[in-house]
């Protein structure tokens, strides 16, 4: 796995960094369109939608170029992007979407995405790029009802843009620098791209906006996401394989998300999974801040109710999956980890194997949870070192475990999970007054190793055991506890296995 990191770092560097032929831009930087020239008015009120198109095709028809914005602020309705245009925002200038749905253009059929309206779209494109210190705005407030559709989501309206910015089966694409906010749905979605990169970006959408995720990753090859700060109402950065909407089985693997800040209050920093059967791999996370949110990293394989809209017929395949470098603040979940069925109605053709987190701090959290659903199906093949969690979160006693992230009250909770090794790993309770039923919960688990495992617990806190095994097999060794009783380390069931080493 070491050396998969390593040749997918190297490669994606001379992808970006040291273009070869193949991937060197096709963008003549001499040849630069002003909206203005073609009559566009950043007035904040006229109509831009033919003008800006204009300045796209003329450009694209000269083998592209720039496509310039200077202030003001611009009401565009969709506008398609074309092979080799650069569409530049400079400070100052801001693009709003318009308010009305005639002025929004569905996207070809053959796009593959039920969602069929978009701000800003490509399909079939190379060498485009979005830049500059400007904002796109997406006018989401225009497009909700004040009521709220459940305790953290606004009402979306009959109609909405399904999202701000959307590419499908692109390649050799960037977006750099630009400000994203107030987006009616998905913010950036990429759907069977290759050679994408993101870098320095600022997400900022409603956190009661519905389904206005950051930037969705689906069916993707060669992605590296770079300096980004993301937050919004859903999850801030989401990695699918839906290729259901390609009508293909298209994996998507070798992504790269490095130095972020994210939040989502009601939803997730990082999702891996979820949508769509294809497989996911090979991805890198590293120097992560996630705050203020539901969950910090969610890996989900699940055949859902078949009402359920999402196209899953088998569930995601997940495997080789890195985590490294991550700071959590006032996340309820940090780690979420769920495979399996909701209903058992169905043959479940999912897997998750191959992933560990790595250097993990995270306070003032609530529980972690990692298992399957099936017992005859485990998550295989988990490693934690280097975990350092806080626990501070209120977690119910008579919880129960679905895939949206109900959980017991256990610190780490694991569930059908064969091969979970944990080393260096600490829980410090001293600043909770909540209540916690145990610090690790395992339940048939198998090939469970726990090393350098310490406790710091207070005495106010009403804790029954640090460490329970239910039908079990660990090995425990070099830990430490801290305000301790002799009954209280430990409690098993008599189907556990139990070595204790030092």
């Known amino acids: 796995m070491k050396n998969k990191v390593f040749y997918l770092f190297l490669i994606l560097n001379m992808c970006f960094f040291y273009p070869g032929k193949a991937q060197k831009s096709l963008i003549p930087h001499n040849n630069v369109w002003n909206v203005t020239d073609f009559e566009a008015k950043g007035d904040g009120k006229t109509l831009n939608t033919i003008a800006f198109q204009q300045a796209i095709d003329n450009c694209a028809a000269l083998g592209g170029g720039i496509v310039n914005v200077s202030a003001g602020c611009y ?41 069929k309206f978009f701000l800003i779209f490509a399909e079939n494109a190379e060498h485009v790029s979005i830049t500059g210190m400007g904002k796109i705005n997406g006018n989401g407030d225009a497009f909700w009802h004040k009521e709220m559709l459940s ?182 979940q940090p780690i979420y980890m769920w495979m399996g069925n909701e209903k058992p109605d169905k043959p479940f053709g999912g897997y998750m194997k191959n992933i560990s ?43 129960y475990v679905n895939v949206w992230g109900s959980c017991h009250p256990y610190v780490l909770y694991a569930k059908n999970v064969s091969g979970l090794h944990i080393n260096e790993l600490a829980v410090d309770f001293s600043s909770t007054k909540e209540i916690w039923q145990h610090a690790l919960h395992f339940e048939n688990a198998s090939d469970i190793r726990l090393n350098l495992f310490s406790a710091i617990k207070a005495e106010r806190i009403p804790l029954k055991h640090l460490i329970f095994a239910e039908n079990s097999v660990l090995q425990i060794s070099g830990n430490s506890y801290k305000n301790r009783k002799s009954h209280f380390f430990l409690k098993k069931d008599s189907m556990s296995k139990i070595d204790i080493k030092n």
């Not at 009401?75 to 801001?94: K, M, S």
């Not at 196209?311 to 890195?322: D, W």
């Open 75 to 115: 009401v565009i309705g969709t506008i398609f992007l074309r092979n080799n245009v650069q569409l530049h925002i400079e400070p100052g200038a801001e693009l709003l979407g318009s308010p009305n749905k005639q002025d929004y253009v569905p996207i070809p059929q053959k796009a593959g995405l039920e969602d």
């Open 151 to 332: 305790e953290f989501v606004r009402k979306p309206k009959s109609w909405r843009p399904s999202g701000l910015i959307g590419f499908v089966n692109c390649r050799f694409f960037a977006i750099n620098d630009v400000l994203l906010k107030n987006s009616p749905c998905y913010t950036l979605w990429a759907l069977g791209c290759e050679d994408l990169k993101i870098n320095g970006i600022t997400i900022r959408n409603a956190i009661d906006g519905p389904n206005t995720d950051g930037i969705d990753i689906d069916c993707c090859r060669r992605v590296l996401i770079t300096n980004c700060n993301i937050e919004g109402g859903d999850d801030a950065i989401a990695i699918k394989s839906d290729s259901g909407r390609l009508g293909e089985t298209r994996p998507c693997e070798d992504i790269i998300v490095s130095n972020c800040i994210l939040s989502s209050p009601p939803a997730c920093g990082i999702r891996v999974g979820y949508e769509g059967d294809s497989p996911i791999r090979d991805c890198i996370f590293q120097n992560l801040t996630i705050r203020n949110s539901n969950h910090g990293i969610n890996v989900i394989s699940v055949l859902p109710n078949p009402n359920y809209p999402c196209a899953i017929f088998e569930g995601t395949k997940i495997e080789n999956i890195q985590f490294n470098n991550i700071i959590m603040h006032n996340v309820t």
């Open 357 to 399: 987190i790595s250097n993990l701090t995270a306070t003032n959290v609530g529980n972690s949870f990692i298992g399957s659903m099936l017992e005859e199906k485990s998550i295989e093949d988990i490693t934690l070192s280097n975990i350092k969690l806080f626990p501070g979160k209120s977690i119910s006693e008579n919880t």
